[in-house]
């Protein structure tokens, strides 16, 4: 592979919402504003420290940073490679308006606690750009595990009965899964010696195919905790009792991501697809995605709790991802990791569009939503975008990744894959689009005001902003970030093209 | 200067012990200062020490000018040398947080406390930097003899506590006396190298096997290894706190070294794998104490109860590392001595601060406390997240070489005994925080801020004196874990048989 | 079997002694009891000791008399004179076990104060219900 830069900055972008954490947290509860200063000042440099790297990366090169050295071996280390870098980029550019989302959000509602909120959050961003860059597992278990529990704070926030309950089912499956990664990587640290990410695997030729079966397994099950994939996605759902922020930003976009991130390593950095084209359990990883995808989007439908809805869509997409990179074709891979970025936007959209409807009229179940299209017409028109990208409409961007992932279903011959696909878009559109209809074309129930009267400034600027942006990636989808070329530069990277 | 630094290592503190009740007779007030003192100098020579060690290899001093075999000999090596800076660094901040709760538990006996301190760490000292298998009986019992002192004085049940703890401490203690006589019978040596020389050629003799036998679990008692361990939790629970604090982290740690020294340097490793499979044995009766420690911390509500249990626990994990005999085992084990001492130091602390503000150790004297004590239940939460094996604390570090170990020797078993002890901690630590930082269960709904006038609750953090020491731990908590590669690339690695 | 036992008598001594001792210390439930139980235990390793130092046949101390000013060809034979190294070791443990016995008497001090009984299971029935306190006391 190309050039290798040595530079700081991945560390910055890992240190500059830490440093703010630790900020937030002197400033307190007295000079809100400032306080709130914090988080968007460092949301901004991590955004432009990571935008910097595009361009080199793009240019085929790798950046580098050791700090310590942790193990014979291995170090703490970051490399942003093309992968890594897309990651970064999505969680970098949706803190932005998630920041300006939160601060709406927590003033609206007067929530408590706002201070220990925002060092969270900060703390959950941190780790989510260090998984992110990490350059070997070691690293990534690190700051996979910060994330686990800097996320705790934020799904108990409520503090109240469904809360805590849902705060010590999260930890019970994420540690539980944290100490099955611990053991995994210790094997593989005991066959291989290394545990540096590789394009296209370091650990074949180490060990006899069963103890390599299960140690996929193992990976799998610890990373797919997080990634949602069944039977360990019980947690998900009932971590929704999180502020709606929360949800959106690290339930779309960060802690889930981070899991898909880390199958994804395993896959194609760890295992590489040759070796895992010779063991044949490709079949079954994909089925047991599949499966996934279909049962989500089926349990899905039966929720009535807005969302509990969009965490079951969560998981169906998040399991589409994975079901497009352990096809392990071109294509597959192309529209499985574009689908990383594009779902992010989506479902983001669509939390805030959750929240500012909770925000503004308490209601958070789907059967109350009738005619709130004409009291919040920007909001719902929003959820409209992010839903029909969901379901892979034109001109949104979730229609391109989908299109990869059929494009690859088809390459592979695996029909029955494809038909998983195309069953999980009938889905999407089965439980979105009664919200819509509920919203717009329904009698509107007596407590809906006749006017316009949207939620505060700060929130529906920021879900109108991810909503266009979902349009324009879809007609453009290297237009500013560069996320397609990225896709594909690292899909070349993994093919060895 | 630096060649005198081994004999100032326990010079200093045991001059200092007998000057303490002299200086105390007059002015009471004067025994901390005093205390502090002579315990900076034993901190800087060990450190001096360990620098020695790390540039020129390890050093012997002989005591009175007698060569070994027949003098004492303090011998300072990788090993030693991180011991001492342990105990002297660990000392010196009990010492420093002692304060608040002498003046509190032990009202008007700053003498006694501060003079039995210094024996304490003269005789912890003295177990790891003496060459000579005599000379180790004799500081441990300096030490435990001091530990009774001063556990004797603490609550209701401590002089029953005390009691039981020096008969059983007095049996492990004649255990490796027995084990020295019949080293002693077999080869008319003590010292521990001239004895490693001579061993190898002796080791199928009966007379060896029951000596080593002896040793073993005279070392086990004084160690807490499951089912040796029921003097444990009673002395510790009972002791004042500024005396659990110093006693639990180090007598334990410090037990667990000498096992160390007899296993690696003392036997050759394959002896205790191949002449008697006491590696086996130990390997085992650490899961049972793991699982035995973590059961029983599960079913405390007081939570120095429940952290005497985890130490059962602890040790347990550090035998585990010494039983896989290999090397990311061993150096795990060493590791963890070292974290597990500060994580132990680290609660007692907090403990220690908690009751002296007056709240109960109860979990539901937790209740609010993170916003009456904010900076302590911080380092809390630090501590707990260690314990519970997330990096980048410390303790993810020593648990990753343990597990290590467990999987270069197979013994799946103990990699899965060990992943699931520290889920254990953490369903032990995080329903303290949850208690700590939450609102209670089912009484505090959303709280709003406008409707969240019922009880204002007032900061009462701890004096500075208990607060600097606490945040120095947490914060070595912290460091320790990325320093960790730099530790054993130093400093460990040297103190790992070469045979391995 | 009995030659045996007799060539070594005072390895079996010491085992006997430390058995009553070890059973002293578990199996009574009187402090004091457990306390001399313990002495017990110690002095039969002293005992242990102290006899492997032994030697028959006129062996002395280890005082070695000079006859020629010390450039003669005096042999020092090794039967001749007694090993003192465990003796003097044993002079350490006697102060220790010394150390020890005081300390346990002092607690016991300590807890007859607190409970005004020796006996172990009227302690803890003591420290289980301290309402049977009086009616013991």
Redesign the interface.
Known sequence: MGEVIYSAKPLWAVLVSMIAAFLILLTGEKHRNLREGWTILAALIKFGLVFSLIEPVLAGKTIEYTLITLLPGVALQFRVDAFGLLFGVVAATLWIPTSFYSIGYVRTLKEHGQSRYFFCFAMCLSSAIGVAFAGNLLTLLIFYEILTIATWPLVVHHEDESAIMGGRKYLVYTLTAGCTLLLAIGITYSLTGTLNFTSGGFIAGHGSPGLLILLLAMFIAGFGVKAGIMPFHEWLPSAMVAPTPVSALLHAVGVVKAGVFGCVRVILFVFGPELLHQLGVWTILAGVVAFTVVVAGLLALGQDHLKRRLAFSTINNLALIILGVSLLSKNSMTGGILHLANHAFMKITLFFCAGAIYAKTHKDHVSQLDGLGRQMPFTFAAFTIAAMGLCGLPPVNGFISKWFLCLGAVETHQIIFLFVILTSAMLDVAFFFPIIYNGYFKKPLPDVAPKIDEAPMLMVIPLCMTAIFCIILGIMPNAFLNFFNIVRLAVANVLGG | MIDQFPALIIVAPLLGAFLTPIIGWRYRQLCRPWALMILAIPLYAAGGALLQVIRSGPFGYNLGGWAPPWGIEYRIDHLSGLMLVLIAAIGLLAAINAKPGVSMDLKGKEPHFYTLLLLQITGLMGIVITGDLFNIFVFLEISSLSGYGLIAHGEDGAPMATFNYIIIGTIGASFYLLGVGYLYMATGSLNIADLAAILPNLYHSKMILVGFAFFTTGVAIKMGLFPLHVWMPDAYTTAPGPVSTLIAPLMTKVAAYIMIRIMFTLFQPDFSISVVPVATILGWMAVVAIIVGGIKALAQTDIKRMVTYIMIAEVGYIVMGVSVMNRPGLTGAILHIVNDACMIFGLFLIIGAISYKGHGREIYHFQNLNKKMPFTMAAFVIVALSMCGIPPACGFFSKWYLIMGTIVAKQWVFSITLLCSSLVNAVLFFRIIEKAYLAPLGGGAHGHDDDHEEEVIVRDEAPASMLIPILITAAIIIILGPLSGKIIAAVIQHAVPAAF | MLEYILAKYNFWIYVVLMMIG?YA?MGKRN?VK??IG?NI??TS?IL??VS?GVKKGGATVPIIMGHGHGHGQHLIKVADYL?P??HV?ML??IV?SI??TG??L???I??YK?YHTLEEDE?LAI?KDPSSYKTLG
């Open positions: 070890l210390m402090l457990k306390l313990m235990f110690q390793i242990f000791f492997i090993n190294l465990p070791l350490t443990a220790v150390a020890t300390v346990a002092a607690t016991l300590l807890i607190r302690i420290r």
